[in-house]
């Protein structure tokens, strides 16, 4: 996350999908469908006929959707703790603080 002030606060949230072979009449049946090509990784974790092969999850269902809210928030309070830092020093006062409640 980088905020226009240069501000940044790197994180990394991993996961790792294992599944088991998928039968041919099973991609087959989800292919014709077209959402395999709306999803980033092929298709969506929570599509009934695939999700039966999924064998595990390492991590979070929500960083392979694309949104691992856990994270988010800690980047979110990061921002807004040296947003919150900044506001209250005189000298670093930026225009924002006030729109940001702070």
Partial sequence: MRDTRGFREPQVDRATVWFRRIPEAVIDEV????EVFAHAGGFSITDPPLEAYIERVDGTAESVIGLPTALTRRLMDAVLSTYSRWCHDE?????GCTALGL
Avoid: T
């Fill in 91 to 95: 000298a670093e006062r930026w225009e």
């Fill in 31 to 34: 292919i014709p469908r077209g």
